[in-house]
């Protein structure tokens, strides 16, 4: 199936940070906002890593983005691809990140998952000029249970970059 990225990117003009996905999963689309799986680990590990409470509602979402300096999309504009597998992805269309980059203050990228980063480097890479840090998936399908203090050691590079 042909899935367009439908969301749009959420960075502010003091945005320090790029976090990029691959494509919103099917869940996500339907809530209308980034890592929308209820089982998704992306949000809580947020949480661990700044030690703070972020809300449920996007709103709440956006403000914790904002006050971090964090800005939140995707690699892939366009694509095929089944269900939410990242596996099955191809025919990318990528998404236009230079325009963010350049509205921003954003000097490093952070990619969610394997798919994420490999299509990052393969399409976006040579019009960014900016190397992407990789970071484990915090998807259910690909997030064994019990990695909490794994997620929250290897996404702790971000406050790194926001304080």
């Known amino acids: 199936m042909i899935v367009t ?10 945005s320090k940070v790029l976090i990029l996905g691959s494509i919103p999963s ?76 350049n509205n921003s203050k954003i000097n490093v990228i952070f990619t969610t998952g394997r798919k994420a980063n490999e299509l990052y480097r393969k399409y976006c890479f040579l019009d960014t000029k900016i190397e992407a840090r990789y970071l484990p998936s915090t998807s259910p399908a690909n997030c064994p249970k019990g990695i909490e203090e794994k997620l929250k050691i290897a996404y702790s590079q971000i406050k790194a970059y926001t304080d």
């Open 26 to 101: 099917v869940k996500s689309r339907e809530v209308g906002f980034y890592y929308g799986h209820p089982q998704n680990r992306f949000w809580k590990t947020l949480e661990a890593v700044y030690k703070e409470k972020i809300g449920d509602i996007k709103e709440e979402k956006i403000e914790f983005l904002k006050k971090h300096k964090i800005a939140l999309f995707d690699v892939v504009k366009s694509c095929e691809i089944s269900s939410s597998s990242d596996s099955s992805i191809k025919n990318v269309v990528p998404n236009d990140l230079v325009s963010i980059i």
């Open 5 to 14: 990225h439908t969301l749009e990117p959420v960075y502010f003009k003091d």
